[in-house]
C-alpha cells in the first residue's frame, strides 16, 4: 500500500483517500505484444499511426485494435514538449516501437491513467544522455495517485466533455478568424468601406510610399531591467522567452548583460527576414524590451493596428517576395514598397 492522499477539489459523492501506487501495479505493459504488419495493409493513411512525435500518417508499426493508452518513449527535446501521452479511444492503429502501451488493470481506467500521465513532469525520469529514452524499467516505478474506479471514471468523463467543448470552441474561433480576414481583405482592397456615424463617406483614400509610412528603429542596447529580452516567434509574435511553445533556447544565449539586442517599443512592426514568407510579421502589443538584431523593426505615426493589418495581409507577404534578396538570409527592403504597388492597397 502507498501513501495516501485527500484532494482539494472533488466530487462531492467521493469522500474515500486516493492511493499512491506504482504505474507498473495498476497497467500492464502490451510492448511485447505488438503484432507484425500484414503484407496486405501496408497501404499509407489507413490507420492512424502513434509513436514519438504523436498521430502521423502510416509508418512501419505494430497493429492494434482496442483501446489503449500510449506513453512515448522518445524524450528528444523533452525541455520543449515533455512527452507525449495519447488515449486511443477505439478502432486500429498503428504503434511504433517508441512508445509503451499500456492497459489498464482491473479496477483503473485508461482515460484517468491518461489524464494522469498528462500531467507529470516527466524529465526527472529521464534515462540517456544526448538522447533521453523514457524506458519500461523507469516507467513502471512511476508513482501516482488514484481515486477508486468509480472516481477515476467521472474525472475521466468530465476531462472529456471540456476537451469535447473546447475542441467546439477552436471550431468557431477558427471560422470567426478566416471571416475576419475575409473582411479585412475586402476592406483593405476596398471592396467594402465603413461611413462615417451620421452616414457619409470617409475621404478617399491616398496613395503613399511605404517609406512615408513606417520608419526603421535602429537602437542598440543591452538588456536592461525596463528593456527585457522578449522573444519574437512566427505563430505568437512579441512574447516573453518563458512563453514561447518550443524552442526555448533563450538561456544559451552567451554575455546576455553585454551582448547588444534591437530596442523595440509597444507598437512597432516586427518582421524575419529569413521567415517573412511565413507570416513572420507582427506589431509589437506586449511591452518594451529587446529582441534579436537579426529583425527589423519599424514605427509609423499612422494608427499601428490599421499598419499591422496592411503588413500581414497575405496578398502584402506575397508581393513583398517578389524583393526578396540574398541567399541563406533572404532580405526585404521595405521601403522600395509603395501602397499601391500592393494589389491597390493605398493609405
Request: charged letters at 30%; a neutral charge.
Amino acid at each position: 500500500m502507498g501513501d495516501k492522499s485527500i484532494p482539494k477539489l472533488r466530487f462531492p459523492e467521493f469522500t474515500d483517500e486516493w492511493e499512491q501506487r506504482k504505474l507498473g501495479e495498476i497497467v500492464d505493459f502490451l510492448d511485447d505484444k505488438r503484432k507484425p504488419i500484414e503484407e496486405n495493409v501496408r497501404i499509407a493513411g489507413v490507420y492512424p499511426y502513434y509513436g514519438a512525435s504523436g498521430v502521423i500518417d502510416y509508418v512501419d508499426g505494430y497493429l492494434f485494435d482496442e483501446e489503449l493508452v500510449l506513453l512515448s518513449e522518445d524524450g528528444a527535446n523533452i525541455v520543449d514538449r515533455n512527452y507525449r501521452v495519447s488515449f486511443i479511444a477505439s478502432g486500429k492503429y498503428w504503434v511504433n516501437n517508441h512508445a509503451h502501451v499500456l492497459k489498464a488493470k482491473l479496477n483503473f481506467y485508461n482515460a484517468f491513467i491518461c489524464e494522469a500521465l498528462e500531467r507529470l513532469n516527466f524529465e526527472q525520469y529521464n534515462t540517456g544522455t544526448a538522447q533521453p529514452k523514457l524506458n519500461q524499467e523507469v516507467c513502471r516505478n512511476i508513482r501516482i495517485f488514484f481515486p477508486n474506479f468509480d472516481e477515476q471514471k467521472k474525472i475521466a468523463e468530465f476531462h472529456k466533455t471540456l476537451d469535447h467543448l473546447i475542441t467546439l470552441h477552436q471550431r468557431k474561433c477558427y471560422c470567426l478568424k478566416k471571416l475576419r480576414d475575409g473582411i479585412i481583405q475586402k476592406i483593405l482592397s476596398r471592396e467594402l468601406r465603413f461611413k462615417r456615424a451620421d452616414g457619409r463617406e470617409f475621404e478617399n483614400w491616398v496613395t503613399k510610399e511605404l517609406w512615408e509610412i513606417l520608419t526603421e528603429r535602429k537602437v542598440s542596447q543591452t538588456i536592461t531591467e525596463d528593456a527585457p529580452l522578449l522573444s519574437f516567434t512566427i505563430e505568437q509574435g512579441v512574447i516573453k522567452p518563458q512563453d514561447k511553445k518550443t524552442n526555448k533556447r533563450d538561456f544559451l544565449i552567451k554575455d546576455k548583460e553585454t551582448k547588444k539586442f534591437a530596442l523595440t517599443e509597444v507598437d512597432d512592426i516586427i518582421y524575419n527576414p529569413a521567415n517573412l514568407k511565413y507570416g513572420a510579421i507582427h506589431r509589437n502589443k506586449l511591452m518594451r524590451g529587446v529582441v534579436s538584431p537579426i529583425y527589423a523593426i519599424f514605427y509609423t505615426e499612422q494608427n499601428p493596428a490599421f499598419m499591422e493589418y496592411v503588413v500581414k495581409n497575405p496578398i502584402f507577404i506575397k508581393n513583398s517576395m517578389k524583393y526578396l534578396e540574398g541567399t541563406v538570409i533572404m532580405q526585404i527592403p521595405v521601403e522600395r514598397y509603395t501602397y499601391s504597388e500592393i494589389n491597390g492597397i493605398v493609405i
